[in-house]
């Protein structure tokens, strides 16, 4: 029997990149996409494989677990990664209580701070509209409670606190202008929690669906298909697509309760690769369509028709196929991936792969005049690694430049201990270090035109040895 690999033998130390010290807004797609990593499966890879994944071969900089599994909070430290974390409903009741807040913050989140960049935590899932009584009435004391326990420890302006909600909070949706929440949830639930949200700064969040709010009539509605259109008959502003609608019909229920100044995350969306045989627009292409077009679409600062010119931070729903959810064959794949990390389809995230262009008989050459390597010190040691920001074109010209001074990129080329996983950024990493380690460890020799950073965190992983 193969061994099981423990998270100790995985352990990958990653990148050392300065720590985000706030969930920012950032233009364009890597600052404002993420993705739901649902662990409901018994194939996936190790949690340190999933991080290593994300960091290095997608241009994903954010994700949202539903729990505190702290395996998985663990591997992704030191990646920058900002990182989302969800208190299942069945413990929303015991956090009500600060003390019990306190110590759960204490056990679960403090630890893996600043290693890990937790940028927010959410109070339970869609509890205001499938939540038992107890647990609805318990939601806000807990939300208040976590944060009490955040500021205890100088966190809350790190970490912030919500909690996601369905559509099934609108009375209302159609037309997006008309939206209005539930009367029952609007008084006893709703405000108490946008008053806490805008209290201390944090968003609102939802999951919308369009997938499954749509029909035969209206799948090329849901799917951004640009021969569909519909009206609004208060306003005469034309959707052409139903997330806008949804993501108005919100924006109009907050703005009925004056809460409309608070910011609007999207929480969780996708669309599945695989469904019941003949199941109408539940294909890989109408996957790949549906989150190809939102990636563009919420990034693009086009925005709604009475949201303009802005940007929604998204979190696509989900990183794996997870084969042991219940229920009808399509929640079983909305995953963007295969549990061996193979894409189910391209929407555009998975990083450019570097150009194979190396010397296959490294001479350590620069201008003629033999590159002597100068004794290594053991102590303070550090690594040469891409800055977060670095664009995969400047990336390869600092490969193509190391490797074309003769310095031995071997390991980086098919076959190689560090080829895999065989993306630009992975193996600038390699080589930017190999130069930064060859040349002397000193400052001026880790810049590579200010795309480069030291780090005392140790990149090395499996056979491939920084």
């Known amino acids: 029997m193969a061994k099981k690999l423990s998270t100790a033998d995985l352990a990958v130390i990653f990148i050392g990149i300065p720590l985000l010290i706030a969930s920012t807004y950032i233009s364009g ?18 949690p340190v494989q999933a991080a290593h994944f994300l960091l290095e071969s997608t241009i994903i900089n954010r994700v949202r677990l539903y729990d505190t599994n702290p395996d998985i909070i663990k591997a992704f430290a030191h990646t920058g990664i900002a990182v989302t974390v969800n208190i299942p409903n069945n413990q929303i009741s015991s956090l009500a209580e600060l003390n019990y807040a306190k110590e759960w913050l204490k056990t679960n989140i403090v630890p893996h701070v600043p290693a890990t960049n937790i940028v927010r935590i959410l109070v339970g899932n869609e509890v205001v509209s499938i939540g038992d009584k107890l647990t609805v009435d318990n939601l806000v004391p807990a939300m208040q409670a976590i944060h009490t326990a955040l500021v205890s420890v100088s966190l809350d302006r790190l970490i912030k606190v919500s909690t996601p909600h369905s559509l099934g909070i609108l009375l209302t949706s159609s037309p997006p202008s008309a939206g209005k929440f539930r009367q029952e949830y609007e008084n006893q639930f709703l405000k108490p929690i946008l008053g806490f949200l805008k209290a201390t700064g944090s ?7 369009p997938f499954f709010g749509c029909s035969k009539d209206t799948l090329d509605y849901a799917l951004f298909r640009t021969n569909s259109k519909v009206q609004d008959e208060n306003t005469k502003l034309t959707y052409t697509n139903m997330l806008d609608a949804q993501l108005d019909a919100v924006h109009s229920a907050l703005k009925l309760i004056h809460f409309d100044d608070i910011e609007i995350v999207i929480a969780e969306t996708g669309w599945p690769s695989k469904g019941e045989p003949g199941q109408l627009g539940v294909d890989v292409e109408s996957a790949a369509e ?29 990183l794996f196929n997870e084969n042991l959810k219940p229920g009808p064959t399509s929640e079983r794949n909305f995953g963007l991936f295969q549990p061996d990390m193979t894409p189910v389809y391209d929407i555009g995230i998975l990083r450019k792969k570097a150009k194979v262009n190396y010397p296959s008989s490294p001479t350590p050459v620069i201008v003629g005049v033999p590159i ?22 400047n990336l390869q010209k600092n490969i193509d430049y190391v490797c074309g001074l003769g310095i031995d990129c071997r390991p980086i080329q098919e076959g190689g201990a560090c080829f895999f996983p065989d993306t630009v950024r992975a193996h600038a990493a390699y080589a930017m270090n190999a130069y930064y380690q060859t040349t002397g460890r000193n400052g001026y020799d880790c810049d590579f035109a200010q795309t480069a950073v030291t780090t005392i965190s140790n990149p090395s992983y499996g056979e491939c040895i920084y």
Request: net charge positive.
């Open 290 to 318: 549906y989150n190809t077009k939102l990636m563009q679409h919420v990034t693009s600062g086009v925005g709604t028709p009475l949201m303009p010119s802005r940007t929604f931070e998204t979190y696509i729903f989900g």
């Open 203 to 209: 968003p609102f969040l939802i999951n919308p669906y």
């Open 372 to 393: 002597i390597p100068k004794p290594k010190t053991n102590s303070g040691k550090k690594w040469c690694l891409p800055k977060p920001e670095a664009s995969d074109e």
């Open 29 to 46: 797609v890597e600052g404002t996409i993420g993705v739901n990593y649902g662990t409901v499966a018994n194939n996936l890879p190790h």
